[in-house]
């Protein structure tokens, strides 16, 4: 769900915490996901991602109402989504 306020942000759901366990499962580091980077590595209902070495992050596309934004996730973030610590993250209008 987008939070609309001076930027837009998602309201992180279960959806995505699934994929960040599972991302903790694999238990790799950031030189070994750079090492099998996938844009699309990840693909669930509402988001499509994997980890870009370029961004050193986990890049994500998001649909809601038939629109598309982006959102990255650092792999330093994970235990923050998953703990909850974590509950919004920025959104941004995908560019083509």
Not at 17 to 35: H, L, N, P, R
Not at 37 to 63: I, L, P, R
Request: proline letters at 1%; aromatic letters at 16%.
């Amino acid at each position: 769900m987008i939070i609309h306020s001076s930027r837009q942000q998602l309201q992180i759901d279960l959806e995505l915490i699934e994929i960040c366990q599972e991302i903790v499962a694999y238990g790799k580091t950031d030189s070994e996901w750079f090492d099998i980077e996938s844009s699309d590595f990840f693909q669930t209902e509402k988001y499509c991602g994997g980890y870009e070495g370029q961004e050193q992050a986990f890049c994500f596309s998001y649909y809601e109402n038939k629109k598309e934004y982006w959102f990255d996730i650092a792999l330093n973030q994970i235990s923050k989504i998953i703990s909850g610590q974590l509950q919004f993250l920025e959104l941004r209008p995908a560019d083509y």
